[in-house]
């Protein structure tokens, strides 16, 4: 996936009210960007750290651009993007590059499905039955460690989603887990008990019930960002 517009750089002031960020670009201007991240983006960012962004001519809208990417306290970078996991899945399946979900015959978005009134990421089809497949866009890592974490602040929905996963799977349906690990550096993911212990409980109890959970890393630079290798889950 290459970034269009071409990203700007800049430093981050602040992030605050959720969405909003102000940084400050290299000749001084200051600007008041949209943060499409709706979690606590813990230890991936830092006031002063680099930031890349894309701007938008669009007169209708409110802010002139969109945080995309962030640096981390340990240098490292993360797509802070959330909206941006869904789309590097989906180029991913599409191009094979996630072998174990390879040869469906169709792929559908947002289907609705389970008790809970959720929306699955993907349905793919295959000739002998679909496979549901959530996917995580996982930011979180550590100092001392190159091991990414999920989630970075608590998540009831992420644990419905787990619930509902587990549902499919005790029914004999194949569904899937699947974390989009959006920061560069690291070499493993785990459930992140220390700030979230129930959905750690819910992704152990998923699994006994037979999710599949997957990991996948990215190539993550300034002007482009792609899936490019499996990772290990530790549970």
């Known amino acids: 996936m290459i970034f269009s517009p071409i990203l700007e750089q800049g430093r981050l002031i602040q992030r605050y009210k959720r969405f909003l960020a102000d940084i400050e670009l290299e000749d001084g201007e200051r600007l008041t960007i949209h943060c499409p991240n709706t979690g606590s983006m813990l230890n991936c960012m830092m006031p002063g750290g680099r930031v890349w962004f894309t701007r938008s001519s669009d007169p209708r809208r409110k802010l002139p651009g969109t945080w995309e990417i962030g640096e981390t306290p340990q240098g490292r970078l993360a797509c802070i993007n959330t909206a941006r996991a869904n789309a590097l899945v989906e180029e ?114 998923a699994v006994d019930a037979g999710v599949e959970v997957l990991a996948y890393g990215v190539h993550l630079d300034a002007r482009e960002i792609f899936i490019d290798r499996r990772l290990p889950v530790i549970l």
Do not use: M
């Not at 991913?92 to 009134?117: C, D, N």
């Open 92 to 205: 991913a399946l599409t191009a094979g590059r996630i072998p174990e979900l390879a040869g469906f015959t169709a792929l559908k978005r947002e289907v609705p499905y389970g008790q809970e009134r959720s929306r699955i990421d993907f349905r793919l089809d295959y000739p002998d039955g679909p496979a549901w497949v959530e996917v995580k866009s996982v930011t979180l890592g550590f100092a001392d460690s190159r091991i990414a974490a999920f989630p970075d602040a608590v998540t009831q929905r992420g644990a419905k989603h787990l619930r509902e996963l587990a549902v499919l799977a005790r029914s004999g349906v194949r569904a899937v887990q699947l974390y989009c690990v959006n920061i560069d550096g690291v070499d493993a993911v785990r459930p992140a008990s220390e700030i979230d212990a129930g959905y750690a409980l819910a992704l152990r109890q």
